[in-house]
Structures are given as structure tokens and as C-alpha cells.
């Protein structure tokens, strides 16, 4: 008896301190069995595991779950585990604050989570914004601000609201994959170096990449960063990682402010494992070289990456449409979703000019792919070398093939279904793969 009431003690010790997670809603995973209680939403459609409705990008789970959002319920409706069952009894601690979710919606609006104990009382909610449209995408809410009050102690319940507003339509919304800080398995790390650009060094400016001389840069990691700058080698190549990424910025300012007016593109290699929109913008100074000095400009464009591959944006400037000037720019901020938890390896930051190329370099096979993401046209530029374009599902599967007659190509997407494409350009044996993102 004594062993036996020992035993007891023992595991109720150790589940004061420990989730079950990662709640994945997969067959035997933790959150498929639960008892989920919906609330304050009008007729109280019940909580759905179904069929993962994209497989595709950061989340291939065969099983999600869905909410459906009614019109006429609250603005809080949402979701919750039956208390003292499912997620265990548990303490907000440093290992365990940070709470990570994926969401597929069809509309941008705040994702609320919040935790109660048996008595009610509630951590409250924290709320972070998707800013994908039918994409997965990972938000991240830190509950380090609530350790040590009273409400993160005996924690046996979780609260989601998956559409926190006021709604003029039903919302059917997705959610997956919740983590609290370190569960699951580690991010992917590129084990090879960035591909070395070949073009001639007297038609280049380069802020960082290894077979050029560098210009001067006053930070890489500017003091209003949200995110964290580690200086490391891959293969032997210096490459920087940004990690917690939310924005970077990296400034030339006073005398070190480039003037690019005789650059056409701006490239920059980029890898990541788990960032599903990065964006990219240039900020122009103006003539006074100030920042907020009146005649300040910008422009920021976005990316959906393919993960876990270096991906190398050669970007017409001209594509920047709200720069004034190319003449004084100051910042290159580089941002991306999730907010506060990407992680991504940079390098070969350049300017070049494409007017005169340099001797051996590889330009056969580049293909510029705009506007990406697109609702109906998309316009691909390539060599006139090129012998045929496909567009190819995430399965692999041949949509569409063209055989282009100029170096500019328009397809119209209108009628395809939204999600991720991939664009396939061939010449000869040599191919170049563009992802793509129909809204």
C-alpha cells in the first residue's frame, strides 16, 4: 500500500508541471479524443476533425480541426477542453510560455488563446492576427508576462478563439499543431552555402557576400529590430541568421547611403525552414539623406519561399513601384510570418546591373515571376532559350505546359483553385523551379 500510495504521488507531482502536446488532432495524437465545448457562437456548430483542406507548405497533417464561425455569434465565440481532462494540470513556466498554433482561414482577423484553472481563473487572452488568406500559417503568443500570477498555477484547461470580431458571414476557419515552446522536432538548417553569384565585380555593390568587396553597412541589426542576428559560416561561406524574426533592419546612413541609381536589380539569397511570407522593402532617405525629412519613400514586396532550400531573389528595382529615388537608400528591412518566431539564413545582399553581364555568369535559365501571389494573371520574363514552362500542383501533377514564342509569357490562374504552384522553366537539361501563390 505504501508503494502504491507513493506511485501516486509521484505522478501527480509530475503532471502539475507538464502539458500533453503537441495537440496535433492526427489519429491518437492528444486533441482528436477531447471533449471540445463550443461557445457563444449562435447555434453552436460543434467542433470538427476532418481532413487537412491544403497539405502543403508548413503543414502536412492528414487531420485538422475546424471551427465555423457563425455570423450572428459573438465576436469571443470560440472554443475550449473539458476541464481536468486532455491537456492535464499544469504551471506556466519559462519552459513552457510560448505557445505556437497553425491557422488556414479564409479572412484576416485576430486568433485568440487564453488557460483557466478548475476555480476559472483565466490567464486572458492574448491575440495575434493571421496576415495569409487560405495559406497554414504559424502565429505565436507568449504568455511570459503571466508567469507567476495566480492564474498560471493548476492550469487544466485551454480556450481558442479562432475569429475573434465582429462578422458579416460565416467563417470556416482550420487550426493545428499546437505547441508550447520546445515541443517538436527542431528547425532544418541549410547544410550547404548559398550559391556563389558570378557576375562581373565592376557591375555590383554589395552589402554582404563573399566574392566582392563589401561597402560599409552601419548595422545589420538596427535598434528598433524585432528579432536576433547571429554572424555563423555554412560549408565555409559567412551567411547571416536572423532568428525570432518579426522585422530587421539593416542601415546605411550618413555617408554610407547608397546611391544605386545605376543598378537594375536588387538579389539576395534567402533559407528557411519555416517562413511561409517574407518580405522584402527598400527605403529611400531622399535629397536630405534624413530620415522623416519629407521626402522619405518606400516599397515593400513579399515571397512565399520554398522551404528548406536556398531560394535567390534577383528583383528588378523597378519592381520597387513607390520608390521615388534609388539614390539615397538608408534601410533594407527584411520581415516575415510567422511574426516573432522565423528563422532565416541571408546572404549575397547585392546590387547589380543586368545591362552588362559578367563572363561565365549562369543567366541562361533565370525567370522572373510576378505578381507573386496572384488573384488572375501571372507574368513570367525569361531567356529566349527557354523550350517550355509547366505549372505543377503540390502533387507533382502537370497542370498546364506552354512553349513560349518571346521572353515574356501571361498565363491567366483566374479559374485555378487557390494555393501553391510551382512553376517549372526548361532549357536544354537545365531547369529553374519558381513557387508560386494563387489567392
Keep these: 500500500m505504501k508503494k502504491a500510495l507513493l506511485l501516486f504521488v509521484l505522478i501527480a507531482v509530475n503532471t502539475c508541471f507538464a502539458q500533453n502536446g503537441p495537440i496535433s488532432f492526427e489519429t491518437g495524437g492528444y486533441g482528436t479524443l477531447w471533449t471540445w465545448t463550443v461557445f457563444e ?3 453552436q456548430p460543434p467542433l470538427e476533425i476532418v481532413a487537412n483542406p491544403s497539405v502543403a507548405g508548413i503543414n502536412l497533417s ?9 455570423q450572428n455569434g459573438m465576436p469571443w465565440a470560440g472554443c475550449e477542453s473539458q476541464h481536468g481532462a486532455g491537456i492535464g494540470t499544469f504551471t506556466l513556466t519559462a519552459s513552457n510560455c510560448i505557445v505556437k498554433i497553425m491557422v488556414y482561414k479564409p479572412i484576416i482577423s485576430p486568433v485568440g ?48 478563439f479562432p475569429d475573434f470580431q465582429q462578422r458579416n458571414q460565416d467563417n470556416i476557419c482550420y487550426f493545428d499543431n499546437i505547441k508550447f515552446s520546445n515541443q517538436g522536432p527542431p528547425l532544418a538548417e541549410p547544410m550547404v552555402a548559398a550559391p556563389t553569384p558570378t557576375y562581373n565585380a565592376t557591375n555590383v555593390i554589395s552589402m554582404f557576400s563573399n566574392p566582392y568587396t563589401n561597402v560599409s553597412v552601419d548595422t545589420w541589426q538596427a535598434p528598433w ?3 536576433t542576428l547571429n554572424n555563423l559560416q555554412i560549408a565555409g561561406n559567412d551567411t547571416k541568421k536572423y532568428t525570432n524574426l518579426n522585422f530587421i533592419g539593416i542601415e546605411t546612413l550618413g555617408a554610407n547611403i547608397l546611391n544605386v541609381s545605376t543598378m537594375t536589380h536588387l538579389r539576395i539569397d534567402a533559407w528557411t525552414a519555416n517562413i511561409t511570407n517574407l518580405k522584402i522593402k527598400l527605403v529611400d532617405f531622399g535629397a536630405d539623406m534624413a530620415y522623416a525629412g519629407g521626402d522619405d519613400s518606400e516599397h515593400e514586396l513579399s515571397f512565399v519561399p520554398i522551404l528548406e532550400q536556398w531560394n535567390t531573389y534577383d528583383i528588378p528595382l523597378n519592381n520597387f513601384t513607390s520608390l521615388n529615388s534609388t539614390q539615397h537608400i538608408a534601410q533594407l528591412i527584411i520581415s516575415g510570418a510567422p511574426a516573432a518566431s522565423g528563422v532565416v539564413y541571408i546572404d549575397n545582399v547585392l546590387f547589380r546591373n543586368d545591362n552588362n553581364i559578367g563572363l561565365g555568369e549562369n543567366n541562361n535559365i533565370e525567370m522572373e515571376v510576378f505578381p507573386n501571389p496572384t488573384r488572375d494573371e501571372l507574368i513570367i520574363r525569361h531567356s529566349e532559350e527557354t523550350a517550355r514552362i509547366l505549372l505543377v500542383d503540390c502533387f507533382g501533377q502537370s497542370l498546364m505546359e506552354i512553349i513560349p514564342t518571346s521572353s515574356e509569357t501571361i498565363i491567366d490562374l483566374s479559374n485555378f483553385p487557390a494555393g501553391c504552384y510551382l512553376l517549372q522553366s526548361e532549357q536544354a537539361e537545365q531547369k529553374m523551379t519558381k513557387r508560386i501563390v494563387k489567392l
Design 41 to 43: 457562437n449562435d447555434n
Design 62 to 70: 492528414a487531420q485538422v480541426a475546424k471551427f465555423t464561425a457563425k
Design 113 to 160: 488563446i487564453k488557460f483557466a484553472t478548475p476555480a476559472g481563473a483565466s490567464t486572458g487572452e492574448i491575440l495575434v492576427s493571421n496576415t495569409l488568406v487560405n495559406q497554414w500559417e504559424e502565429l505565436t503568443f507568449d504568455f511570459t508576462g503571466i508567469i507567476g500570477a495566480p492564474s498560471s498555477t493548476g492550469i487544466d484547461q485551454i480556450i481558442i
Design 225 to 227: 529590430s524585432q528579432g
